[in-house]
């Protein structure tokens, strides 16, 4: 029973360059979430999904994309990394929307740009 | 501005019984979720109160009081590996979610 899996684990950029984040979950469920975490701050939403093909944007979408091609994949985009990207992304999903839901978050991508 | 306050850090002892506050002021309300997250991995659902009062699962019980808006976390029977944040967030009128930057809980033997 995988979960939520995101690859890479960890990934170190430089600024300028472009990267992206997978995130794959196996429990069919309709609405998925990037987020981002930085010490001493809460989880912030970056941009979410509540179904293929479909996407919007959370509380800090600036300097990323996202696309849902498929149910099951959720897909984050850096097209210029800048240091102020430096965090750790979790990526989560959900049967229904986060109201009546709880969230089944992945383990991390731990991302660092110089 | 929508926000969630949380104790950065707590020290309990293994066996004792530690209480993680929370206080919100958001705008409006449609529950509050307590989430655990060991370091390094990823966060764990606990609970969800919408309604005011207690919710108890084992060792762990959440409580609400809307029109003061406060919950509180309450873990009994502490054990080492109860080491871990605790992140309170809490559903706005949007159905968004406020996330606390959450508490550090240290169990010492």
């Known amino acids: 029973n995988a979960g939520v ?5 960890f990934r170190v950029l430089k600024t300028g360059q472009s990267m992206t984040l ?18 001493g ?8 999904s509540v179904g293929e093909g479909t996407t919007a944007k959370g509380e800090v979408p600036d300097g990323y994309n996202v696309s849902r091609l498929k149910k099951q994949n959720f897909l984050l985009g850096l097209e210029s990394a800048a240091p102020s990207q430096t965090s750790v992304y979790f990526c989560a999903s959900s049967y229904s929307g986060q109201d009546t839901g709880e969230l089944f978050f992945g383990e991390g991508s731990r991302l660092t740009v110089l | 501005g929508q926000n969630i306050d949380q104790p950065t850090e707590m020290t309990a002892t293994e066996g004792a019984i530690v209480q993680i506050n929370c206080t919100y002021q958001t705008s409006g309300f449609n529950g509050l979720f307590w989430y655990q997250q060991h370091a390094g991995e990823a966060p764990t659902f606990l609970s969800y109160n919408v309604l005011d009062g ?7 019980s959440s409580f609400l009081s809307r029109s003061k808006g406060y919950s509180y976390l309450l873990l009994k029977e502490l ?4 080491s871990a944040s605790y992140l309170c967030a809490v559903m706005d009128s949007n159905y968004q979610l406020i996330w606390g930057a959450g508490t550090k809980l240290i169990i010492k033997p």
Do not use: S, V
């Open chain 1, 5 to 9: 899996t995101q690859t890479p684990k």
């Open chain 1, 22 to 39: 997978l995130c794959a979950q196996d429990m069919n469920h309709e609405y998925m979430y990037w987020y981002r975490q930085d010490p």
């Open chain 1, 41 to 48: 701050m809460g989880l912030r939403l970056i941009h979410y």
């Open chain 2, 54 to 60: 207690l919710e108890e699962k084992g060792r762990f």
């Open chain 2, 79 to 82: 054990q080492m590996k109860d």
